[in-house]
């Protein structure tokens, strides 16, 4: 994938366009290590919530640009301008909330590529994501209280879902950065690889991913997201019809006959 292959949004600090089946989009901000102003959060939502509803989708990686960072959240030197009044603070928020819940929310799966530094926003950002991919020189840290910022319910709620809340305290209350190994450990990211090796292995994810059946992997999305809800909170009647219509679908048809000619399955989604 080439960043010359792909749409410009937010005066090209948001770069975004499917190729192969795969959405992407890059943070386009290199020389302030990624970091995301209002404009690119709200492009990235509109981009992405774009792509949830396009059936040549089948997956998304998000990933940052120049190879130095992969997002280290909102851009400090904006904040005067951007976040300093209450109503700023609120409509920042909201752009943010966004982004992150349309990534969150995504109906087919999402993965982080992480090159470099992985800070504050960037790393909701990436624990938003399905699944965490890095290069070993990564770096990972939640600055927020060397700031002074609030840091919302669902922000910490998803990171703690991943690394449990005894990381969640030592990452906020120590605001240091973390190793690519020590993210690992702790269970933020699914894999470390060489920083010569990610790219490949990421697009080895990707041509794996998208060749799978979008319904099955649709369902089963679906279901972890219920997992994580309250007993109240979780529709079983829908998540019941999802696993059934993957039964009742052609690509049931496809998988099975593929099966058996022996050949690889060429599914459509329906």
């Known amino acids: 994938m080439k960043l010359s292959d792909l749409d410009s949004y937010a005066e090209g600090k948001i770069l975004a366009g499917c190729i192969d089946l795969t959405g992407y989009v890059v943070i386009n901000n290199p020389e302030r290590h990624n970091a995301v102003s209002l404009a690119m959060y709200e492009a990235a939502a509109e981009v992405v919530e774009a792509m949830a ?13 120049g190879g130095k960072a992969f997002a280290s959240g909102a851009d400090i030197s904006k904040f005067e301008k951007e976040r ?58 939640v600055p927020a209280a060397r700031l002074g910022l609030g840091y919302g319910f669902d922000g910490v709620s998803r990171l703690s879902a991943l690394v449990g809340p005894s990381m969640v305290k030592e990452i906020f209350f120590t605001a240091r950065q973390f190793t690519a190994q020590e993210a690992y450990d702790m269970g933020l990211v699914n894999r470390v690889l060489p920083g010569h090796m990610l790219g490949a292995y990421v697009a ?37 019809a999802l696993v059934k219509a993957c039964f009742d679908s052609e690509d049931y048809i496809e998988g099975r006959r593929a099966f058996m000619e022996k050949r690889k399955p060429q599914f459509k989604g329906r």
């Open 53 to 65: 509803l396009d059936d040549n989708v089948r997956l998304l990686i998000i990933r940052g640009a």
């Open 84 to 141: 300093s009044s209450e109503a700023q603070v609120a409509a920042y928020t909201a752009a943010s909330t966004r982004f992150y819940n349309a990534v969150f929310t995504f109906p087919k799966p999402t993965i982080a590529e992480i090159t470099g530094y992985c800070i504050g926003g960037g790393m909701g950002l990436a624990v938003c994501c399905d699944i965490r991919l890095c290069e070993d020189k990564s770096r990972f840290a």
């Open 204 to 240: 080895d994810y990707a041509k794996r991913i998208s060749e799978n059946a979008p319904m099955t992997m649709a369902s089963v999305k679906a279901i972890t997201a219920d997992i994580q809800k309250t007993e109240t909170e979780r529709d079983r009647a829908h998540i019941d």
